[in-house]
């Protein structure tokens, strides 16, 4: 019989374990902090998806998922749930390859491998979670966004699994990127031509002396974010949203970078 008493030794190593984990993550970029996490880097990263959207995944693209629909902010806001994300580094160590984890639009990547660009490295700071709890979303958020009758696109989507709903979304306040050549040394890239800067947080990016890309903007940027299936249910065959995993514990004592 587990007590009262021994319920609250094992909660209390349980916050010892994730603080010593927290710990840990102090020395490792904001991609790996993710991953380890279970969340999904966004491709480039973005700043007008919601919490809530319904998307579609393709399973060998999963880092750029196609958004369907997405809920107001007078709608979803009421409901979500904020909290700090744990710490990650602010060193640019993580080294990652062009085409991986948060990277930019492929015409920008096109243009740096121009450049001898192979390698990039970015650091996040003011890094918050948020999340959708599932009943008051399927109640008051989920039949807002179902069209009706169901187009096509949404039919194909239900019948080859590829249907979801963003539960959780990982965002930053701040990014800063650098680029590398093939043995890891930085480069000085010059900035790309505009008709390259073609993803929605564009306008708040800029290109400082020595070659990085710098985000400081005024909402909050994506980097990625975790799903839940919409699947068919009951004798209609309804697509509903379902209920998996568990949410991303609050980080224990995470300072939000500013």
């Known amino acids: ?11 209390l190593w349980g916050l010892m374990l994730l603080a010593v984990f927290q710990v840990g993550c102090v020395d490792r970029g904001v991609v790996q902090v993710m991953r380890d996490y279970h969340f999904t880097p966004i491709s480039p990263p973005q700043t007008h998806w919601q919490v809530g959207s319904v998307i579609q995944i393709d399973r060998r693209f999963p880092s ?19 909290h700090n994300a744990p710490d990650v580094s602010r060193n640019h160590n993580e080294k990652l390859e062009l085409s991986g984890g948060v990277s930019l639009p492929a015409k920008v990547q096109a243009q740096l491998a121009l450049q001898h660009a192979t390698q990039y490295s970015v650091v996040a700071g003011g890094n918050f979670i948020v999340v959708v709890p599932l009943d008051p979303y399927a109640k008051s958020v989920y039949p807002t966004l179902v069209p009706n009758p169901l187009p096509e696109h949404w039919i194909n989507a239900l019948d080859n699994d590829g249907l979801y709903y963003i539960n959780e979304m990982w965002f930053a306040q701040s990014l800063e990127y650098k680029f590398y050549d093939s043995n890891g040394v930085q480069l000085k890239v010059s900035a790309p031509t505009a008709a390259a800067v073609d993803w929605s947080a564009s306008a708040d990016f800029s290109w400082s002396d020595d070659g990085s890309l710098v985000y400081h903007g005024a909402d909050p940027i994506c980097l990625g974010y975790k799903s839940r299936a919409i699947a068919r249910t009951g004798a209609d065959g309804h697509p509903t ?18």
């Open 64 to 82: 750029a998922p196609t958004l369907f629909n997405s809920p107001s902010d007078s709608v979803v806001g009421p409901i979500i749930i904020r």
């Open 241 to 258: 949203p379902q209920a998996a995993g568990k949410p991303t514990p609050a980080a224990v004592d995470a300072k939000v970078h500013k």
């Open 1 to 11: 019989m587990v007590t009262e008493k021994h319920f609250g030794c094992h909660y």
